[in-house]
């Protein structure tokens, strides 16, 4: 919407003809549409200008709403054009996330303003939207770029098909698009990094290491979480697993940290096989990314090449009951992951549900201080 400098729209905002402009900086910005000389509407409908001029005494307005002509202004004593400027109205912002998700900006702000009343987002003194307390994994989600937002606007396909918005829009899933460019790869990265450094300590805390030799982390990106754990026990081996393109830079990573020789880097799909000689099977963070058909898929190919008596740990959000504080923001998040790649934030029965599927049976759930859980599974 706007996309040339000197557009706008006059459109009807809560009951006020508020007019948005493009100006020569390229800014969008709002204003009251109403004349500072008598209060006169200045423009309708939508259309392109250089500047606004009112159609009954003639005063000009710059595009960023400075009064910048008064016909014969000379009548009037110590004449301060500075104090005539058109009333602002703050938009800018929700007008950018208009522009990047192709909405109605208008429109788009009634819905922003209503779903503040959720606690899902609020409003800033300057008028900038933000995720709400009840809202931060979308911080986390908005990290991952404005696409996953995207997914969003065909929630109506999601909702009659159960199938992802986000493939219906970009027509091919999330991870194919993110691995197509290697600024977007970057971008994913650094929002995966951002959420595990809240996980990665948390789960440390809980779960005791000692006993395992060998840990296989599925999906485990730019082995973020390898790193601290061999940092922490010595004398403990890894193996970290991801699609091929992902891993090109992590073994010149554990290089880097000293710990090559630790450590294996493996690339595949998690769907087919995952690597053997691991005594623990970690995945992170990934779960619930994927529909039950898909998260069996990981699952069994985790159960065919896991010791009989090995040990699987699911990391992941685990839905609470509804009386718990987060069990609001959960619910919300779990309707991202379906728009995005048809996945699901699971209760502790349904993970019990799908190791059950798998031939795990699920033995310990482990809260942390973070929102992550930890799911325990033993081969059965
Ligand atoms: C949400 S990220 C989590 C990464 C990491 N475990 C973490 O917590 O930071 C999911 C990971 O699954 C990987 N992944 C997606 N599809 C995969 C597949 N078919 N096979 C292997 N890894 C896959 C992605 O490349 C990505 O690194
Ligand atoms: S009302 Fe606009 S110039 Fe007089």
């Known amino acids: 919407m ?42 309708t409908g939508r259309g392109n200008i250089s500047m606004i001029r009112c159609p009954v005494h003639s005063w000009c307005y710059s595009l960023d709403g400075k009064l910048t002509r008064v016909p014969r202004p000379e009548g009037i004593c110590h004449f301060d054009f500075d104090q005539y400027g ?4 703050r938009i800018e912002r929700w007008d950018g996330l208009a522009q990047d998700t192709g909405t109605h900006a208008p429109s788009l702000f009634r819905l922003l303003r209503a779903l503040q009343t959720t606690e899902l987002i609020a409003q800033q003194d300057d008028g900038r939207f933000v995720p709400g307390h009840l809202n931060a994994n979308s911080r986390d989600a908005a990290r991952a770029g404005v696409e996953s937002y995207r997914a969003w606007v065909d929630l109506l396909y999601t909702l009659r098909t159960g199938k992802s918005a986000f493939e219906r829009i970009y027509g091919k899933r999330f991870y194919e ?28 805390e809980v779960y005791d290491f000692t006993h395992h030799r ?16 061999l940092k922490l026990y010595p004398t403990m081996h890894g193996i970290l697993f991801d699609q091929p393109h992902v891993i090109k830079g992590v073994r010149a990573k554990f290089q880097q940290a000293g710990l090559a020789n630790r450590c294996i880097v493996v690339g595949g799909s998690f769907f087919d096989r995952v690597p053997t000689g691991a005594d623990i099977y970690m995945i992170c963070n990934t779960l619930a990314d994927w529909n039950d058909r898909l998260g069996l898929d990981l699952l069994k190919a985790c159960r065919r090449s896991i010791e009989a008596d090995g040990t699987l740990l699911v990391v992941d959000r685990l839905l609470p009951p509804d009386d718990h504080p987060e069990y609001a923001e959960l619910t919300f998040f779990d309707l991202f992951f379906l728009v ?21 049976r699920l033995s310990r759930v482990l809260s942390t201080s973070s929102q992550f859980t930890v799911i325990q599974g033993e081969p059965i």
């Open 2 to 43: 706007l996309p040339n400098i000197g557009d706008y729209l006059v459109t009807d905002m809560f009951n006020e003809f508020v007019l948005i402009v493009r100006g020569q900086d390229g800014v969008i910005r709002a204003f009251s549409n109403f004349c500072r000389h008598r209060g006169s509407s200045l423009l």
């Open 86 to 89: 058109l009333k602002p109205v």
């Open 177 to 204: 698009y993110i691995q197509e460019d290697t600024a977007r790869i970057e971008r994913w990265d650094q929002a995966m990094a951002a959420v595990a450094r809240d996980w990665i300590p948390a789960v440390l």
């Open 214 to 229: 060998v840990v296989a982390d599925i999906g485990g990106g730019q082995g973020l979480f390898l790193a601290e754990l």
């Open 340 to 360: 995005l790649e048809e996945g699901r934030i699971r209760t502790q029965d349904e993970y019990a549900q799908l190791f059950k599927r798998a031939q795990f």
